[in-house]
């Protein structure tokens, strides 16, 4: 993988993000959202950090046709057993996983009881071929 996770940020378009998980919401739509349907969002790094546990599984994944890219299964007893304490991390390298063409990146959970910070490093890149005259 060629490259570092900056150089492909700035390369293309940055794509950062922090999101907050809290009691009583159980699905996160449009995390992060591509400028267009001609483009691609490539996840780098996603680091979640959880501060309440609950018997849930937490799911990353695009609206679009392609499967989860991560999912995390957390227990009430995690904080108890010391697995509340390190922040669970999917690295996808610098030329990070690609969502499908023109998807947004959506967070879901099972239950809405994990509360907790989510962090997404990503960047997109135009991949479609666009008219003169549109605004991509």
Do not use: C
């Not at 679009?64 to 227990?75: L, Q, V």
């Not at 390190?86 to 996808?92: A, G, S, T």
């Amino acid at each position: 993988m060629a490259g570092d996770y900056l150089h492909w940020q700035l390369t293309y378009t940055r794509k950062i993000t922090d999101t907050d998980i809290v009691v009583g919401t159980q699905n996160y739509a449009d995390v992060i959202t591509p400028k267009s349907a001609d483009h691609r969002v490539y996840i780098q790094k996603i680091t979640l950090s959880i501060t309440t546990h609950f018997d849930a599984t937490i799911t990353f994944d695009d609206d679009g046709t392609g499967p989860p890219i991560a999912a995390y299964t957390d227990e009430a007893t995690a904080a108890a057993t010391g697995q509340g304490r390190v922040p669970v991390v999917w690295d996808f390298g610098p030329t990070g996983r690609p969502l499908t063409k023109g998807a947004n990146l959506d967070i879901s959970q099972t239950a809405a009881g994990i509360v907790g910070i989510v962090h997404i490093e990503a960047y997109e890149r135009l991949e479609g071929a666009v008219a003169a005259a549109t605004t991509n």
